[in-house]
């Protein structure tokens, strides 16, 4: 059929015809795609694309990182502002230090190898320092303190060389629990980088996006982000990106199926 025909049975000029409103503009077909990265970066504010795609996938959406990539990029998302860090580590000191065994252990399960570092949050008025303990293999942070996890036979304990670390207090107390030392090698500082890791994740995440009023704010804020994001939530590539308490049920899941498996070839 002829425009003019058409024209004809709708009884409206051609010139009317061809003077019709533009089409409404189509709504963004990635507006809730976006709302939902949005989302995830308020939550985990040093995702790059990789993470949010593997997030974004884990939350039921079928993506691809070019496409997340540009959003992203479009968004203003990849863009994070970095700090200078101050360095706390005092290692000029006359005490003991001990040798790095991390270097030359072949990590196999948990409870082999803690990694430990300390870094300062500031409040209103002064400075604390918050020590924190990892499992080098799940990336677990197992707490502040050392009730939170009991140390196995051969367990490693791997610092830097700070006179916190070197001091007679705390090798003692590890000495007291059976637990070995190990310290970083002189000026490297790739030697501890895991806890290294954890802790810019930390300063990026929760102490910068922070301002605490005490110290009991700072406790419950940071144990919020420990217990309830880091630990349960955060994905880390070294782990198939999976969270350090989400791969921890897998091994002991496959552990439990191992062993299930070894009674019945008995």
């Known amino acids: 059929m002829t425009v003019e025909r058409m024209c004809t049975l709708a009884k409206v000029s051609r010139t009317g015809f061809y003077r019709r409103p533009a089409d409404a503009p189509r709504a963004d077909r990635d507006m809730a ?24 996938r884990r939350r039921g959406w079928a993506v691809n990182h070019k496409r997340v990539y540009r959003l992203m990029r479009e968004d203003n998302l990849l863009c994070l502002r970095k700090r ?47 020590a924190v303990i990892l499992d080098a293999f799940s990336r677990r942070v197992i707490g502040w303190a050392l009730a939170e996890r009991r140390a196995a036979p051969g367990l490693v304990h791997h610092s830097d060389r700070g006179v916190q670390y ?34 810019k994740t930390l300063k990026y995440e929760e102490v910068y996006r922070s301002k605490y009023r005490d110290l009991a704010e700072a406790r419950a804020l940071i144990g919020a982000f420990l217990e309830k994001v880091y630990n349960p939530k955060r994905l880390h590539s070294a ?28």
């Open 33 to 56: 795609l976006r709302d939902a990265q949005q989302r995830i970066a308020l939550e985990f504010p040093s995702y790059g694309w990789r993470r949010m795609t593997v997030e974004l």
């Open 84 to 130: 200078r860090f101050v360095v706390t580590t005092d290692s000029d000191h006359g005490l003991p230090v001990y040798p790095n065994l991390a270097r030359r252990m072949t990590l196999r399960g948990l409870d082999q190898l803690w990694v430990a570092d300390l870094t300062y949050i500031r409040r209103e008025l002064e400075f604390v320092y918050l």
């Open 166 to 199: 070197a001091s007679r207090d705390y090798t003692q107390l590890l000495q007291a629990h059976g637990i070995q030392f190990s310290m970083s090698r002189k000026a490297n500082p790739w030697d501890n980088a895991a806890c290294e890791s954890f802790i």
């Open 239 to 266: 782990l198939g990106h999976l969270p350090p308490a989400e791969f921890e049920r897998g091994l002991l899941a496959q552990t439990k199926k191992q062993a299930a498996a070894r009674r019945l070839a008995l």
